[in-house]
């Protein structure tokens, strides 16, 4: 094929007599410099590159240059490490949580202390497994022999990154990304009993008799995940409007009409969130369950006999239907609003207050008083809820009287009285004025949060005791599975990022709606493998409740530009850090903090000789619903790009078939009765590259399946993207898939040992085509000779 100038040229000697791929190969300390020049970002996520180069033939006789370039990421780690404290962090919260819903009944409270024992052994697991993490030093991935072993369970197995660059004359230069990492699963636990996906479906279908076993009311995961999601945002927002309640004090010391109005607003609008998020069913009915749990309570209509939790299961259904509450917002209020208006409503709240109890806003309890569910709503709960809307608009109608007033001052006035005035209205006096109604907000917020905390805590005691130990168990598991998916997609993410900074189609897309991710599984549908398969599905759909942020480094050291994790199971945010003149260059709605979104897809077809069985004998059901249930997102994800971002900003490619019409392929391969229908992986990764998308391939432990699926993918890109002629297409697809075996190219890192060997391939162990085809074949053979040679042998 020639000869390579200005470097050395080692020759490989493919499966085809007489030809030759010539190659070169480049040291890893040597790639990595010219890769620092190139991009100063690629430092602190990825390191340890190998590389191998080829030059191929074109179609019109030219010749084209490929690099082709593996690296581990160092997200690998970090990533679970910190998902690890997260956790902790959060069921260390809940169990105090637990701890001050304050006295409830025996039954109850030996639940709570079943429930704080679980969670113990929870927290003290994974500390035990942090504390092992932080012990590894050095090694940046998971060799697929450790993917068994407990103090690796959260860590992705064999995560890499895939670069293929390809220098072509009357071209310009074009980069492939692809990251191969092994499915998300929990191989420690094992698939005995299956994967996620059908294991929380025989929970839920179980929780009902559980809850009536533990005498619990039972709430489905959309009421548990509502729980959460209401004291994630009231942690979020209490502090926030707090904040905000200070900053409008602040613009009142500061004698600033323009700040006073600022600040306000802002206060209003976090205040009507906060309303909003409690407008809720569930905090109300949660409430009264929580009241019906103290010690003695007895019910109105039946006074000798203790209310248990199942009693108002009815009254649930009921709220959840009902959806309404008698304050539906905040009250609006005019600008004119007149201080003997504002002073009325103040007046209000606080004979409010003093009607129904005392200052901290609770009702007096007696165990032969206790109102009935709709007397305690209308008496306890929506008062509290109602007071911080009047609270609002007190100090809504104060700032519009001191803005009046000063309006008025500015008016041409006597001498004489204008002295008065500035006597009488130093710019101390708003501050002074607005301090009490501004304190009286923040308590009457604080208030609401304490109550609607503990009664969210209760639903979730309730659906923590009516799960004990399974509900506990499924959640490692679940944990498990998420911090290996997030540590793959957060490797996509950023390695996307870095190749995306100077297009600017890109990060409009990247921020007017975001971008998907495609996740490509070779996963059979037989024996542990489905389990596999149930855990990354559930895995992968964990990633919707993940968003991006790109935030500005502190510095420019490397340690600083590491990627960070917040937040908690319902939602994470990742934090990835930039250099300040790169973070400079990004478009305004990124730099101020806008969340970024990922869309996660799933395909998978499995094809190997395992899926030979299950197609044969077996079932591939869950393989069929999974990518129906995926293309349909994929689908809704092309509409919502197409509505806000023009075409023009995706990328463009030689074939130039249309999306749409690409997504009608996929829809009717998808719905196909058709044995290894490997044109869904085709068709899907077309699809994804073309989205401007993030690809990655899996299969168990992301070597030979995936290894054989990057390959022909790079080697289908070449001929189509860069005119590789048809004659070299098997050629140049061998030479990738060869074992090195002379000279200095014997001395490569294996991944899977971790160490330099000799005679060994890189990451990648290959097949000869010839006989993938007929293993399948072969396989059924066996075992028809081996069921006659038993059947004799009994016989």
């Known amino acids: 094929m020639g000869e390579m100038e200005e470097v050395n040229v080692d020759h490989i000697t493919t499966d085809i007599q007489s030809q030759k791929c010539p190659m070169v190969c480049e040291s890893a300390s040597h790639h990595a410099t010219i890769d620092r020049e190139n991009n100063q970002l690629t430092g602190p ?143 420690f636990q094992g698939f005995k009993c299956g994967g996620l996906q059908r294991l929380l479906s025989r929970y839920e279908a179980d929780k009902k008799s559980f809850s009536t076993a533990y005498q619990c009311i039972y709430y489905s995961p959309e009421h548990t995940a509502k729980a959460q999601e209401v004291l994630s945002t009231m942690s979020l927002l209490q502090p926030l409007i707090t904040s905000l309640a200070d900053q409008l004090l602040m613009a009142a010391q500061e004698h600033s009409a323009t700040g006073l109005r600022d600040a306000l607003k802002n206060l209003s609008d976090k205040t009507e969130q906060f309303v909003h998020t409690l407008k809720d069913e569930l905090v109300k009915s949660a409430l009264l369950a929580l009241h019906a749990a103290r010690p003695g309570y007895v019910s109105k209509n039946q006074r000798q006999t203790p209310v248990q939790g199942g009693q108002h299961q009815d009254h649930i259904q009921q709220c959840n239907e009902q959806n309404q509450s008698p304050v539906q917002g905040l009250p609006g209020h005019s600008p004119a609003t007149s201080a003997t208006e504002s002073t009325m409503m103040c007046n209000n709240v606080e004979a409010l207050q003093t009607k129904t109890g005392g200052e901290d806003g609770t009702l007096p309890l007696k165990q032969d008083s206790i109102p009935h569910h709709k007397e305690y709503d209308e ?102 599975v998420f911090s290996q998916a997030l540590a793959a997609l957060a490797c996509g993410f950023v390695m996307k990022l870095y190749a995306g900074m100077q297009d600017k189609g890109f990060l409009r897309q990247l921020h007017l709606v975001g971008l998907v991710a495609q996740f490509e599984s070779l996963l059979s549908t037989y024996s542990e493998e489905i389990g596999m398969l149930e855990d990354m599905e559930v895995g992968i759909s964990d990633l919707q409740r993940v968003a991006f942020h790109i935030t500005e ?119 196909t009765k058709k044995r290894k229908n490997v044109e869904i992986l085709w068709i899907a990764g077309t699809i994804c ?50 074992r090195l075996t002379q000279g200095d190219i014997g001395q490569w890192e294996d991944p899977e040992a971790g160490a330099v060997t000799e005679n060994k391939p890189a990451s990648r162990h290959f097949y000869p085509i010839a006989l993938l085809l007929v293993s399948s074949h072969l396989l059924v053979v066996w075992l028809i000779l081996s069921l006659v040679f038993l059947l004799a042998k009994y016989q």
């Open 45 to 187: 996520v990825f390191k340890n590159p190998v590389c191998k180069v080829y030059r191929f033939q074109t179609m019109d006789s030219k010749w084209m240059l490929v690099r082709e370039q593996m690296e581990e990421c160092t997200l690998s780690f970090s990533i679970p490490r910190q998902l690890l404290s997260l956790y902790i962090q959060e069921d260390l919260g809940r169990v105090k949580d637990l701890k001050e819903l304050g006295e409830l009944s025996p039954h109850w409270d030996n639940l709570r202390k079943e429930v704080i024992t679980h969670y113990g052994g929870i927290i003290s697991s994974y500390q035990e497994t942090l504390a092992e993490l932080d012990k590894i030093t050095g090694r940046s991935f998971k060799p697929s022999c450790c993917k068994a072993q407990k103090s690796l369970e959260f860590i992705p197995i064999n995560l890499h990154t895939q670069r293929m660059r390809v220098t072509c004359p009357r071209k310009t230069d074009a980069s492939y990304d692809i990251i191969t990492v092994g499915a998300p699963a929990a191989h």
């Open 553 to 671: 480094a502190k510095t420019d050291e490397l340690s600083d530009l590491q990627p960070s994790v917040c937040g908690r199971r319902d939602h994470f945010t990742v934090e990835v850090p930039l250099p300040r003149l790169v973070f400079q260059t990004l478009p305004e709605e990124i730099k101020e903090g806008k969340p970024l979104r990922v869309f996660p897809v799933l395909f998978n077809v499995g094809i190997n000789e395992q899926q030979t069985i299950a197609e044969r004998f077996g079932d591939i059901s869950l393989q069929e619903r999974i990518n129906q249930k995926n293309f349909e997102m994929l689908e809704a994800y092309y509409k919502s790009l197409s509505e806000k971002v023009p075409l023009e900003c995706l990328p463009c490619f030689q074939t130039q078939t249309d999306i749409k019409e690409l997504l009608e392929t996929l829809g009717q391969n998808v719905v």
């Open 379 to 480: 008496e306890e709960w929506d008062r509290v809820w109602a007071n911080v809307a009047k609270c609002l608009n007190c100090v809504i109608a104060m700032v519009d009287k001191l803005q009046e007033e000063d309006n008025n001052k500015k008016e041409p006035v006597p001498e004489q009285q204008l002295a008065d005035v500035i006597t009488s209205h130093n710019p101390g006096d708003w501050r002074e004025q607005l301090r009490p109604l501004v304190t009286r907000l923040k308590e009457c917020v604080m208030e609401v949060v304490e109550k609607a905390k503990r009664a969210m805590t209760f639903v979730l005691l309730q659906e923590a005791a009516c799960s004990i130990p399974q509900g506990f168990l499924l959640q490692q598991r679940r944990d498990v």
């Open 689 to 738: 590259r073309r989205l401007n998308g993030i690809r990655f391939t899996s299969c168990k432990s992301a070597k030979d399946r995936t290894s054989m699926s990057v390959t022909l993918e790079q080697c289908a890109l070449l001929r189509d993207e860069h005119q590789l002629s048809k004659d070299f297409f098997i050629r140049a697809l061998d030479c990738m898939r060869s």
